[in-house]
C-alpha cells in the first residue's frame, strides 16, 4: 500500500462546477499537510497548506480529518485556469522529507 | 519569499556523459534540499535528501555512485547524473523549505534527455 494514496482521476468537470478531491496516508503520525498544483511538464507549486480547523482560500476550500487520516480539497466554481493535477504531500514525523501522492488530473472545460 | 532556482532547465546529451544539475536557494538558506525525478505521467519519486555539509540520504534503489550529491554550501546542492543512459531521461526537480513543518518551494526543474 502506498504511504500516500489519492483519487485516481481524472476528473473532468464543466465550468463553475465544484470538484472535491480526498486523500489518504497511513503514517498515523504526519504532521504537516499540503495540496500542491502542477502544470504539464511544470514543477509543483504550493496551492494551500492544509491545517486541523480546515481553511479556505478563495475558491478552494482544505480539510483534515486525523481520526480517518485523509485530507481533502474543494473546489468551487471551477476555472478553466484550474486544469492541472493535483498533488497531496504530506510530510512524515521524525524524517526530513514529504512524500506524494500519484496526482489527481483534473480537467475544466468550457 | 523562498524561491528556489535550478539550472539548467533543459539539458540534451550523449550517452555516457555526465550532466550537473544546479539547485539554489535564493533567498534563504537551506540545510536540506530534496532530488525527485519524474517520469511522464507518474507522480514524482523522491531520489535523495541533501544534506548540507555531510553526506547525502539516498532512497532505496538509487544508485549513489550513479546519482552523485554535493551540498558544498546553504545555498547550494547539486545533482550530477555520471554515464548517463536513455533511461536515466526524466525530469528532475529540486526542492527546499525554511523548516521541517514548512511546505516545499520547488526549482522549475530540468528535463534531461539522453541520446
Known amino acids: 500500500r502506498k504511504e500516500v494514496e489519492q483519487d485516481p482521476g481524472p476528473f473532468n468537470v464543466p465550468e463553475g462546477a465544484t470538484v472535491a478531491f480526498n486523500c489518504t496516508y497511513s503514517?498515523?503520525?504526519?504532521?504537516?499537510f499540503f495540496w500542491y498544483r502542477q502544470d504539464c511538464r511544470k514543477e509543483p507549486k504550493l496551492l494551500m497548506s492544509?491545517?486541523?480547523s480546515g481553511n479556505e482560500d478563495g475558491r478552494f476550500t482544505a480539510q483534515l480529518n486525523r481520526a480517518s487520516q485523509y485530507i481533502s480539497l474543494l473546489i468551487r466554481d471551477s476555472k478553466l485556469s484550474d486544469s492541472a493535477t493535483y498533488l497531496c504531500v504530506v510530510n512524515r514525523k521524525n524524517n526530513n522529507d514529504m512524500r506524494f501522492g500519484a496526482g489527481t488530473r483534473l480537467t475544466v472545460k468550457p | 519569499g523562498a524561491v528556489v532556482s535550478q539550472h539548467p532547465s533543459r539539458v540534451i546529451c550523449k550517452s555516457g556523459t555526465s550532466v550537473k544539475i544546479e539547485c539554489r536557494s535564493l533567498d534563504f538558506q537551506a540545510t536540506t534540499m530534496f532530488w525527485y525525478r519524474q517520469f511522464p505521467k507518474q507522480s514524482l519519486m523522491l531520489m535523495a535528501t541533501s544534506n548540507e555539509g555531510s553526506k547525502a540520504t539516498y532512497e532505496q534503489g538509487v544508485e549513489k555512485d550513479k546519482f552523485l550529491i554535493n551540498h558544498a554550501s546553504l545555498t547550494l546542492s547539486t545533482l550530477t547524473v555520471t554515464s548517463a543512459h536513455p533511461e536515466d531521461s526524466s525530469f528532475y526537480i529540486c526542492s527546499a523549505r525554511l523548516g521541517p513543518s514548512s511546505p516545499l518551494h520547488f526549482g522549475n526543474g530540468t528535463r534531461l534527455t539522453v541520446t
Open positions: 503514517n498515523s503520525a504526519s504532521q504537516s
Open positions: 492544509v491545517y486541523s
